[in-house]
């Protein structure tokens, strides 16, 4: 198991559960650090459970989010709730948000318990093939030196910018909408309440979201030409893009950088497929596309209890034919089993690549509640997707972005200015 992030760490702990032998390597010693918005969806913590590390994880200070509000460019605000009256419910009525550094130290924690053995700074630097190019193993780099390690099945769970799907020629990275983000924990920001926020303007956007234990998870995600302005002062770069914008200077007049400022980037990668003979890949190695809808803990740890039949499959496959059989069948079902959200995901960041299109759906989402709490619910894992692509949603969406006057009249604001009635202080 290549990295020990939520995904290697969720197979590791399904896996060793079903009794595969498994070593989890990663080039960090943990807890560490880690770039992301920290968002963890309510269908998340049914996953958690079963781990047995969802009373850990809460125990830890793990901040409950009620639902999400999204600040469009022309000031007006969309709130939805977990909750709704769709009759839809998750595992639990709130998402989750706690820091990377004790999240992945607890989850990695869960998988030496259930027999996982765990390698840190071990740097892989390729991968062991056969005469016929199949995956036996992989070369690390130690303080010791390097050597290879041998593996009938090897797990690519090591992120955006994965060795494991690069060395094998299986990843690729899209060229629209291609985003960096900035992340970093702040303290005293103010107004920050039970939900999520997203704040979208022409050039980007910035995400709010409380993680416990009095910091904030502040993101700034802005197309990949910005990296070159970003540069070598991330802490920079975010503190001067709030500054420019009045409706967040205000609210972050007495706050403070408590940890130091990361980026993370090129978005929007994608796997061709998720295997190889003798390897898998799963979390943001298989695919990551943006991360506006808060999608990338609940995918990584999902996605390992996809993968658990098909690798103790492959792990015992009496042939390679039978190997193979089971990583294909792997990569269908992942596939499948995120279709749906992948196309919500890709309507979505379409729209906030367009301000004038997010301004006009705005307009409509926040007079209609039952419709923003639907899309809220898919960003929430616990909606089915196809209750927004459905025919019938569509349309409606599309006849009232048709007529965006009818029945808002007043929605709008000046950018800066709170919305009455939904987001004090946006």
């Not at 956007?205 to 993680?211: E, S």
């Not at 990361?262 to 998720?274: E, H, Y």
Request: proline share 5%.
């Amino acid at each position: 198991m290549v990295g020990g992030g939520p995904a290697g760490a969720a197979s590791a702990w399904f896996l060793a559960r079903a009794g595969i032998d498994v070593l989890v390597v990663d080039r960090a010693r943990f807890p560490r650090d880690k770039p992301c918005a920290e968002y963890l969806s309510p269908q998340a913590s049914r996953i958690l459970n079963e781990m047995g590390v969802l009373g850990a994880i809460e125990a830890a200070g793990a901040a409950q989010l009620s639902g999400m509000r999204v600040r469009a460019p022309n000031g007006v605000v969309i709130h939805g709730e977990f909750v709704s009256s769709h009759g839809f419910r998750g595992f639990r009525d709130c998402g989750l948000a706690l820091p990377r550094r004790q999240l992945d130290a607890l989850l990695l924690d869960r998988a030496r318990h259930a027999g996982a053995r765990v390698l840190e700074q071990s740097v892989v630097r390729d991968l062991a093939r056969s005469g016929t190019g199949r995956v036996e193993g992989i070369d690390i780099e130690t303080d010791a030196g390097r050597r290879t390690l041998r593996a009938p099945l090897v797990v690519g769970a090591d992120g955006l910018r994965t060795v494991v799907g690069r060395r094998l020629g299986l990843t690729r990275t899209g060229r629209f909408p291609r985003r960096v983000a900035v992340v970093a924990h702040y303290g005293g920001v103010d107004g920050m309440g039970r939900c999520g926020e997203m704040h979208v303007d022409a050039s980007g956007y910035l995400g709010l979201a409380d993680v416990g234990h009095g910091m904030t998870n502040v993101a700034v995600v802005v197309p990949a030409a910005a990296a070159r302005a970003i540069g070598g002062a991330p802490g920079d770069f975010l503190d001067q893009w709030i500054a420019g914008r009045p409706h967040l200077a205000r609210r972050f007049a007495h706050a403070r950088r408590l940890t130091t400022a990361r980026a993370t980037g090129p978005f929007n990668t994608r796997a061709r497929r998720a295997w190889t003979p003798g390897c898998a890949l799963v979390g943001d190695a298989a695919e990551f596309f943006d991360p506006f809808t808060g999608e990338g803990i609940y995918a990584a740890l999902h996605g390992g209890e996809l993968l658990t039949q098909y690798a103790f499959e492959a792990a015992r496959a009496p042939t390679t034919r039978r190997h193979d059989i089971a990583l294909a069948a792997y990569d269908r079902c992942l596939r499948h089993a995120f279709r749906g959200k992948r196309l919500v995901e890709r309507i979505v960041g379409t729209a906030v690549a367009f301000p004038s299109l997010l301004d006009r759906t705005a307009r409509v989402l926040a007079h209609r509640r039952d419709m923003a709490d639907l899309l809220v619910g898919v960003t929430g894992d616990f909606v089915p997707p196809s209750e927004v692509l459905r025919p019938g949603f569509i349309v409606r969406l599309l006849a009232a972005l048709a007529h965006p006057g009818a029945g808002v009249r007043g929605s709008e604001t000046t950018p800066g200015e709170p919305v009455p009635g939904r987001l004090t202080n946006s």
